[in-house]
């Protein structure tokens, strides 16, 4: 019996030199250095498959960031912060679950760069001042349920959630903590509902399988970053990733 009947894997050379990337990438931002490149995965890897097939790829490979992720910053995270952040961020997930045969992914993709791209430009023409109060709960609320419902749609839950969570100006360590404990349980909530949506099937699961070996590396290498970078260039790190993230979403909308 051929082994492609049995592993029936995606064969295409061209996925593969999107993909790889795309879990690199993604890899950093689970580290917290680069946190807004992660939502370009989706996108990038929807060169070459559909966009929910891109996510449902990407599946078990964010499943083993995130507890990479929790594992190297596991004493470092803000827990009255994450009480605040995890009932919004699941009330985005049954969002996502209910809308998300109805929603064009383009749609959810052009949205939320052109919300990243506002946050950006308010950030950088109108700098908070340093004794600025942190954004209001109403509006944190918001932003979370937003990025529980974009995570579920294209794992592009970042821009969101950071635009409430970075006015906070947390230290590099404990955002990036923060993070990696809220998106562990945003993630693992997915794979009932996309079990639900028919997108596990048995080719994107081998497919996910090749990539993740992948998924270490950009983890660790952005760990090994984050706890050595300072807090601005963490930030400016931060904001050029989410600009580029933005930019190509927008793109994805209209092309």
Do not use: E
């Not at 509902?193 to 048995?202: E, F, K, N, T, V």
Request: aromatic share 14%; charged share 10%; proline share 9%.
């Amino acid at each position: 019996m051929p082994l492609l009947d049995v592993f029936p894997l995606i064969t295409d050379p061209y996925f593969y030199l999107v993909a790889v990337p795309a879990v690199l990438l993604m890899g950093l931002s689970k580290s917290g250095f680069g946190a807004g490149f992660g939502s370009l995965a989706v996108p990038m890897m929807a060169l070459a498959v559909t966009v929910p097939q891109a996510a449902a790829i990407l599946m078990p490979v964010l499943l083993v960031m995130d507890i990479l992720g929790m594992a190297a910053f596991r004493k470092d995270f803000d827990l009255k912060l994450l009480r605040f952040l995890l009932p919004w961020g699941l009330v985005g997930i049954v969002v996502g679950t209910l809308l998300f045969k109805l929603l064009n992914a383009h749609v959810v993709a052009g949205l939320v760069g052109a919300f990243t791209l506002l946050f950006l430009a308010q950030r950088l023409l109108f700098p908070p001042k340093p004794n600025s109060p942190p954004p209001p709960k109403w509006l944190g609320a918001i932003l979370t349920t937003a990025s529980g419902f974009t995570s579920f749609i294209a794992h592009a839950g970042g821009p969101p959630i950071n635009a409430y969570v970075i006015p906070m100006r947390l230290s590099p360590v404990r955002f990036t903590a923060t993070m990696a404990f809220f998106f562990f349980v945003i993630n693992l909530s997915k794979w009932i509902p996309y079990a639900w949506l028919g997108l596990l099937d048995w080719r994107n699961m081998a497919t996910s399988l090749v990539l993740l070996p992948i998924a270490p590396i950009g983890v660790w290498v952005g760990v090994w970053l984050a706890r050595r970078i300072s807090q601005r260039l963490f930030y400016g790190c931060l904001y050029a990733g989410m600009l580029l993230t933005g930019l190509k979403l927008l793109w994805d909308a209209f092309a």
